[in-house]
């Protein structure tokens, strides 16, 4: 409490009121701030929150909605409040509208001008020169130093079969980067991204994410707009990632979905 006092004098030059935990998640803390003067704030803990204050505001900058960064000191984010309300069709059309602003976006390289971390789980965005270099370097191959070696091989196999099954250089999106529906926080006059993870890369890597713990509805699908005829092929690609990830961070538990994709991707 004693820091989260320090930082928002510091930033906003108030006291606090009250404070109550929200969700968020299992690697970060996140709180609701009433301060003196009646306002309400998020206030985020962690190591990397001034990276992740960083890619909000490249994502503001792309106007697509994100929360309003208010500041970072130390290792609290401050940012506005927003109300959350039940997702509905306009919040799903209106998450298609920002993500088509997001992905309209492009930098000039695969990656990131910094590397992030879910947890104890680095994640390289170091540049690559083609997609599918990126994709096995930085997102597959990494997972080996805790995967059963039977499991790794399979996803040692795929890797070299990337540059015959992803594009060798698509445009260069804007991603969110970790875009499932708990990181998408809709309101009664929209939705907003949160908790970014954000590099460059192929627009179908968010869209598999969102596919990957549910199926957004058509109001998003036909407000996003059309996709590469094959794109589905590549799905299951793009969501290896996060069950790796979530393997990592989460255990053996995490095992049938990697083993599930991978029967899918046919390795």
């Known amino acids: 409490m004693e820091g989260l006092s320090t930082a928002i004098r510091m930033l906003l030059g108030v006291a606090i009121q009250t404070t109550r935990p929200l969700h968020g998640g299992n690697l970060s803390t996140v709180e609701l701030v009433t301060l003196i003067d009646g306002r309400e704030i998020v206030a985020k803990h962690g190591p990397l929150v001034a990276r992740e204050a960083r890619m909000l505001k490249a994502i503001a900058k792309a106007e697509a909605p994100a929360p309003m960064v208010l500041g970072v000191a130390g290792q609290v984010l401050l940012m506005d409040a927003l109300p959350q309300a039940p997702a509905s069709t306009k919040g799903w059309t209106a998450l298609a509208r920002g993500l088509g602003k997001l992905h309209a976006t492009h930098g000039d390289r695969y990656g990131w001008a910094e590397d992030y971390a879910f947890g104890h789980v680095t994640i390289s965005n170091q540049p690559c020169a083609t997609w599918p270099e990126f994709w096995a370097n930085h997102r597959l191959l990494p997972a080996g130093e805790k995967l059963p070696p039977a499991l790794m091989s399979r996803i040692e196999v795929l890797a070299k079969q990337l540059p015959e099954r992803l594009p060798s250089h698509p445009p260069l999106a804007l991603l969110h980067g970790d875009l499932w529906t708990g990181n998408a926080l809709f309101t009664s006059n929209g939705a907003y991204f949160i908790d970014p993870a954000c590099y460059f890369g192929h627009n179908e890597v968010d869209l598999a994410m ?36 979530h393997w990592r961070l989460f255990g053996a538990g995490y095992t049938p979905m990697v083993t599930g994709l991978l029967d899918q991707l046919g390795v």
Do not use: S
């Open 210 to 245: 969102l596919h990957l713990f549910g199926t957004p509805p058509a109001a998003f699908t036909d407000c996003y707009g059309p996709l590469e005829a094959d794109w589905q092929t590549r799905r299951a690609i793009y969501q290896l990632w996060p069950a790796l990830v």
